[in-house]
């Protein structure tokens, strides 16, 4: 016997994440998601394992693209006028 893997080292959580989830990594509204989304070219993917009647019409994306919008600085922007529009 080897060692369990951990929860989300291992298949679909590994890899995808849901857009749910996405927001809450990257504090942002469901409209600014989907602004910076086109603007930076990242589109909702479907896993190849997932079965196709488990949560129909939940939109997944790459972990990696989902790291690659946390860093760039038009999300910075996006943040900074949000507080502006807040004042």
Same mark, same amino acid.
């Given at each position: 016997?080897?060692? /369990? ?12 994440? +849901? %857009?749910?989830?996405?927001? !809450?990594?990257? *504090? ?6 989907? /602004? ?12 190849? +394992? %997932?079965?196709?009647?488990? !949560?129909?019409? *939940? ?26 529009? !807040?004042?």
């Amino acid at each position: 016997m080897g060692k /369990r893997q951990k929860r989300e080292h291992a298949g679909l959580e590994a890899s995808f994440i +849901g %857009r749910s989830k996405c927001l !809450k990594l990257l *504090q942002i509204s469901l409209k600014d998601f989907r /602004r910076l989304c086109i603007l930076k070219g990242i589109y909702p993917r479907e896993p190849l +394992g %997932r079965t196709p009647g488990n !949560k129909k019409g *939940q939109s997944y994306y790459h972990i990696k693209d989902v790291r690659a919008i946390a860093h760039e600085p038009v999300l910075e922007k996006f943040r900074d006028f949000r507080a502006y529009m !807040k004042k």
